[in-house]
């Protein structure tokens, strides 16, 4: 089974905002394991900007849109791309593109964990391919109905089974 990375819309200003998100620092220290890990083994790396429209913080090309620093990603050697919707597939090639270099298993991280992650998680399994959800490697902040954890712990609980294999970044194996 040939697997990849996708890294969900870890950009300056959906990090940075005025909501941290939940556990941000070991988030983003685990995203960066799996990116060692990744290269390591050669496993193509995919990451994806959510792309607001003219105006916005999120624009195409503003400093807000950049992806973190801290990941280290390379244009040169990463498969960098960018959505609209919170489901990564949605009006992108990344489906074409994972089924052209025999990708099926997918290691899903990134935030937030109640909209593009989750989108993206059950759009990947509708899609025949096989989601891998990393359970300490995604994020949201709180919002005035929950806190954040719960979010998280709901979300891994929901997912896990029907619509993605949830493990920790410490079992993760390409």
């Known amino acids: 089974m040939s697997s990849a990375l996708l890294i969900i819309d870890m950009q300056v200003g ?7 998100p939940h556990d941000g620092e070991r988030i983003v220290v685990n995203i ?15 990451a994806v900007r959510h792309t607001g429209p003219q105006g916005s913080p ?5 400093t807000f849109w950049q992806l973190l620093p801290a990941l280290e990603l390379n244009a040169s050697a990463d498969i960098l791309f960018d959505k609209r919707k919170p489901n990564a597939f949605y009006g992108t090639t990344l489906a074409e593109q994972l089924r052209t270099n025999g990708i099926n298993e997918l290691f899903i991280v990134g935030m937030k964990t109640q909209y593009c992650i989750d989108a993206t998680c059950r759009a990947a399994a509708d ?8 359970a300490d490697a995604h994020t949201c902040m709180d919002t005035p109905a929950l806190p954040a954890r719960t979010i998280i712990e709901h979300h891994n609980a ?5 619509f993605a ?3 920790n970044t410490a079992d993760v194996t390409f």
């Not at 929901?158 to 029907?162: D, K, P, V």
């Open 127 to 134: 899609l025949g391919f096989n989601p891998v959800l990393i």
């Open 32 to 46: 960066q394991q799996l990116i060692g890990r990744a290269r390591g083994r050669k496993v193509p790396i995919y």
């Open 158 to 162: 929901t997912l896990n089974g029907a």
């Open 14 to 20: 959906l990090f940075n905002g005025p909501d941290a």
């Open 165 to 167: 294999r949830v493990v």
């Open 58 to 62: 999120i624009e195409a090309g503003s």
